[in-house]
């Protein structure tokens, strides 16, 4: 495994890490660029990590924030990625200009486009990408079972749409390329059942089987698996 995996006693001290280390590439980027960029990811376990995040002392104005997926909900919906966002980061820190993945349209399929051309002018590479990781391998929303996981696992395209049998709600997601199109990228995982899968990850086998091994096996974007117990 090319990402190395840093294990926390408890998942407090492992968000309070991961946002000591984005606030320092926040904070890094807005000196030495002017502003910053970061995908977040959706799902619940980061929830403590982006409360964390929102307590730190960042130029928020001038950081731009996206999600790593979301289910292709209204923004009010409580199942959505983006809601769970708006609780926590953007709640502390309303100057974030946040930049939604669902845009209203009736499917993620028809809201495809329009969304890859507003991720298509955020800034390249982001600065930090974050995402979670499920039982069955997946990250963002790449699901081993999604019939077009092939065409998200590569491509040009920064998003696609990605329907799962074993998920709820049909799904927008970044590509793993624009996920790894970053100068950080950390999964963000807890609990025996994920370190156990994470384990399976580092065997020999394909990338759409478990894809969170699209993120472990590559060499082009520094990478962490930062874990804790529960
Ligand atoms: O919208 C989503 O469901 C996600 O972005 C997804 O990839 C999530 O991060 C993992 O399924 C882990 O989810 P939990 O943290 O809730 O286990």
Redesign the pocket.
Known sequence: MTAPLCVFPDAATLAETLADEAEALLTDAIATRGGASLAL??????SPFLIALGKRAVEWAKVTATL????WLPPDSPDS?AATLRATLLAAAPAIRFVPLFNGAPTPEAGEAACAATLRVLASPFDLVV????EDG????LFPDAPDLASALDGPSPCRALRSPS?PHP?LSLTLPRLLDSRRIVVLITGAAKRAVLERAQEDGPVAELPVRGILRQTRTPAAVFWSPA
């Open positions: 990811p959706g799902g619940r376990t980061p790593v997926d979301d289910r990625n995402t979670g990781m499920g997946h990250v963002a929303s998920a799904r």
